[in-house]
C-alpha cells in the first residue's frame, strides 16, 4: 500500500500499487505529452529564427557584395576614361610632332631655296633634280610618318580594347562568382530548415503512435487474421465466426467450434476482445467484463469462455501468459494477443483427449451402468489435469522470461523447458491412461456389472 496526501485538504489517504501505478502513469503521460508540446514550440522558435538570421545574413552579404563590386565598376570606368584620354592626347602629340618635324623641314628647305635663288642660272638643273630628289625623299619621309602614325594609334586601339575586354571578363567572372555564392548559402540554409521540419514530422510521429496500442487494425481484426492465416493448415474442420445474435441483451465477438464426423460437438468457445486507447478518460478493468462474459458463454452454451485482452498493460499477472480465472468463474481464462492461438490448441487437443471417454460415458449411461463416485474420479481427473497445466502454464512463463534475459541464462531456459515438457507429458500419459476400468476399479457393482457383461 501506498500512503499519498491531498494537496488541498492535507488528509493523507492509501491507494493499492494498481491505483498508485495507474495515478503515476497518468502524471509521467502528462509530463511527457507537455514536453513534447514544449520542444515542438522551440523547434518551431528556432526554426523561424533561423530562417529570419539566414535571410539577414544573405542580405547582408549581397548587400556588401554588390557595394564592392559597383565600386570596381566605377573604378574600371573610371580607368577606361583615363586611357581613352591618354590615347587621345597620344595621338595629338604624335600629330603635332609630324606637323612641328614637317614645317621645320619645309622651313628649312625654303632657306635653302632662298640662298640657291642667286645660283639659279648657273646651277639652275641641278638645283632642280635636287629639289625633286628632296621632295621625293620628303614624300616618302610623310608617308612613312603617316604609317607610323597609324600604326601606333592602332597599337593604342588594341591595347585598350583589350583592357576593356578584360575588365568585362572579370566583370562577368566576378558576377557568376557572386550567384555561386549566393546559391550555396540558400541550399545551406534549405538543407537545416529541411533538417528541422523532419525533426517535427518525427516528434509528431511518435507523438500520435503512443495514443494507439495497435497500428491499421483493430485488436478482433487481429485475431480473426491470425486464425485465417493457419485456418486450412490446423483447423480445417472448425468453425470460427462472429456472434450475431443479441436476442438476449448482449452478445460475445467470436464463437470457435468444432464437431468430429457424427457431427457431435467437440469444443466451443467464446471470445470477448477488448482494447482500447490511451486517450481513454475512464479506465476499464479485465475483471469488469468477467460477468457478462460468463453470461454470453452460458447462453450460447459455450463450453470455455476466453477474454482476449490489452487492458491493465502494467499488470503482471495478465503480461505473464495464460491466466485462469475458474475460480470466479467456471472454464473461463484471460489472455493477451500473443497467446490467441495457443489457448485454442490447448483446450481443443483437452477435448479430443477427453472425446473417447465421453464416448464410453454415454456408452455406460445407455447400459444403466453404475457410476456411483464416477463424477468424483472425473473431477479428480480434471483436477489433475488442471494442476498440471496450471505448472506447465507456470514454467512456460519462466522460459518466457528467461528467454527475454542474456545468453548466460540459456540453461536455466533449457531446464524449465524441460520440466515445462515433463509435466504436459503427465497430463498426457494421465489422459490417455484413463479408462472405464480404471474409473471403476475398487467399486463392487460396477465389478458385478462388468462381469455380467463378459459372460
Keep these: 500500500m501506498n500512503e499519498i496526501k491531498c494537496p488541498k485538504c492535507g488528509e493523507k489517504f492509501k491507494i493499492d500499487e494498481a491505483g498508485y501505478a495507474d495515478i503515476v502513469r497518468q502524471v509521467r503521460d502528462a509530463e511527457f505529452h507537455?514536453?513534447?508540446?514544449?520542444?515542438?514550440?522551440?523547434?518551431?522558435?528556432?526554426?523561424?529564427?533561423?530562417?529570419?538570421l539566414a535571410e539577414a545574413n544573405v542580405k547582408n552579404a549581397l548587400q556588401a557584395e554588390i557595394a564592392e563590386k559597383d565600386s570596381e565598376l566605377t573604378e574600371l570606368k573610371t580607368k577606361l576614361g583615363s586611357l581613352e584620354s591618354d590615347k587621345r592626347?597620344?595621338?595629338?602629340?604624335?600629330?603635332?610632332?609630324?606637323?612641328?618635324?614637317?614645317?621645320?623641314?619645309?622651313?628649312?628647305?625654303d632657306s635653302e631655296l632662298?640662298?640657291?635663288?642667286?645660283?639659279k642660272d648657273q646651277v639652275e638643273l641641278k638645283i632642280k633634280a635636287e629639289k625633286e630628289r628632296e621632295v621625293a625623299v620628303l614624300k616618302s619621309k610623310l608617308e612613312s610618318a603617316e604609317t607610323e602614325k597609324k600604326l601606333a594609334l592602332s597599337e593604342a586601339i588594341s591595347k585598350a580594347e583589350k583592357e576593356r575586354d578584360g575588365l568585362r571578363v572579370k566583370l562577368a567572372s566576378e558576377e557568376s562568382e557572386k550567384k555561386l555564392i549566393e546559391t550555396s548559402l540558400k541550399e545551406k540554409y534549405e538543407i537545416q530548415i529541411k533538417d528541422r521540419d523532419d525533426t517535427i514530422e518525427r516528434l509528431k510521429d511518435m507523438k500520435s503512435k503512443l495514443s494507439t496500442k495497435m497500428v491499421g487494425e483493430t485488436l478482433e481484426q487481429h485475431c480473426q487474421v491470425e486464425f485465417n492465416r493457419i485456418r486450412a493448415m490446423s483447423f480445417p474442420n472448425a468453425e470460427f465466426k462472429k456472434d450475431n445474435d443479441a436476442s438476449s441483451g448482449s452478445k460475445g465477438d467470436f464463437i470457435y467450434s468444432e464437431n468430429?464426423?457424427?457431427?457431435?460437438?467437440?469444443?466451443?468457445?467464446?471470445?470477448?476482445?477488448?482494447?482500447?486507447?490511451?486517450?481513454?478518460?475512464?479506465?476499464?478493468?479485465?475483471?469488469?467484463?468477467?460477468?457478462?462474459?460468463?453470461?454470453?458463454?452460458?447462453?450460447?452454451?459455450?463450453?470455455?469462455?476466453?477474454?482476449v485482452s490489452l487492458l491493465e498493460a502494467d499488470n503482471e499477472l495478465y503480461n505473464g501468459g495464460i491466466v485462469d480465472v475458474s475460480y470466479e468463474y467456471p472454464k473461463m481464462f484471460v489472455i493477451r494477443p500473443q497467446f490467441f492461438l495457443p489457448i485454442i490448441g490447448l483446450l481443443r487437443n483437452a477435448a479430443f483427449n477427453s472425446l473417447e471417454y465421453?464416448?464410453?460415458?454415454?456408452?455406460?449411461?445407455?447400459?444403466?451402468?453404475?457410476?456411483t463416485n464416477f463424477e468424483?474420479?472425473?473431477?479428480?481427473?480434471?483436477?489433475?489435469?488442471?494442476?498440471?497445466y496450471e505448472l506447465a502454464s507456470r514454467r512456460f512463463k519462466t522460459a518466457?522470461?528467461?528467454?527475454?534475459?542474456?545468453?548466460?541464462?540459456?540453461?536455466?531456459?533449457?531446464?524449465?523447458?524441460?520440466?515445462?515438457?515433463?509435466?504436459l507429458r503427465l497430463a498426457n500419459n494421465k489422459a490417455e491412461d484413463l479408462t472405464i476400468k480404471r474409473?471403476?476399479?475398487?467399486?463392487?457393482t460396477m465389478m458385478e456389472k462388468f462381469e455380467e457383461l463378459e459372460s
Design 358 to 371: 465421453r464416448k464410453e460415458l454415454a456408452l455406460a449411461r445407455n447400459q444403466n451402468i453404475d457410476i
Design 89 to 109: 592626347t597620344a595621338i595629338k602629340l604624335a600629330e603635332e610632332q609630324v606637323r612641328n618635324s614637317l614645317q621645320g623641314e619645309l622651313a628649312k628647305k
Design 260 to 307: 468430429d464426423a457424427d457431427g457431435s460437438e467437440i469444443i466451443s468457445i467464446m471470445f470477448e476482445m477488448k482494447n482500447e486507447n490511451d486517450t481513454t478518460a475512464t479506465k476499464h478493468k479485465n475483471e469488469d467484463f468477467f460477468k457478462e462474459l460468463d453470461k454470453d458463454r452460458r447462453e450460447k452454451n459455450c463450453e470455455y469462455a476466453v477474454l
Design 439 to 444: 474409473l471403476t476399479r475398487g467399486n463392487r
Design 34 to 52: 507537455s514536453d513534447v508540446q514544449k520542444q515542438e514550440n522551440l523547434l518551431k522558435s528556432e526554426k523561424e529564427s533561423a530562417i529570419k
Design 376 to 388: 468424483d474420479k472425473i473431477n479428480q481427473f480434471k483436477e489433475g489435469f488442471a494442476r498440471n
Design 400 to 423: 518466457i522470461d528467461e528467454i527475454d534475459k542474456t545468453i548466460d541464462h540459456l540453461q536455466k531456459t533449457k531446464d524449465a523447458l524441460l520440466s515445462s515438457e515433463n509435466n
Design 114 to 119: 632662298l640662298e640657291l635663288k642667286a645660283e
